[in-house]
């Protein structure tokens, strides 16, 4: 098991940029495959980022495909979410979530592990 702690959420005017982090904990993050997803309020939730344990295979979105970059550092037991030209939609809560996996997964029921959230909030 994991446990994750994600932080740098925050209001930011459009077209700008944030940089999102997940702390993990445990003994099994370089065996995990990460995700980032989003919920804003009265929808589902939605898949954003992923990325596999080696950090060579990535998957995005369609939404954010060319404005977000999903990355890892397995020494430090991070994940981070670079996001820039935010859009107003991009607001929502953000998870990060894992599971342990050799591959990269895009669905949220293939994840067992996941973080309280951090909100963002993009103003037009």
């Known amino acids: 098991q994991v446990q994750l702690v994600e932080s740098g959420g925050g209001l930011v005017q459009a077209g700008g940029s944030l940089r999102l982090s997940c702390a993990a904990s445990?003994?099994?993050?370089?065996?995990?495959?990460m995700g980032w997803f989003r919920q804003a309020p009265g929808k589902k939730r939605e898949f954003v980022a992923a990325?596999?344990?080696?950090?060579?295979?990535?998957r995005y979105g369609d939404s954010v495909k060319g404005r977000f970059t999903i990355s890892r550092d397995n020494a430090k037991n991070t994940v981070s979410l670079q996001m820039s030209g935010l859009k107003p939609e991009d607001t929502a809560i953000y998870y990060c979530?894992?599971?342990?996996?050799?591959?990269?997964?895009?669905?949220?029921?293939?994840?067992?592990?996941w973080g309280q959230g951090t909100q963002v909030t993009v103003s037009s």
């Open positions: 979530a894992a599971v342990l996996s050799a591959w990269v997964h895009t669905t949220e029921t293939q994840y067992n592990d």
């Open positions: 990325i596999n344990r080696s950090g060579r295979l990535t």
């Open positions: 445990g003994r099994t993050f370089d065996s995990s495959a």
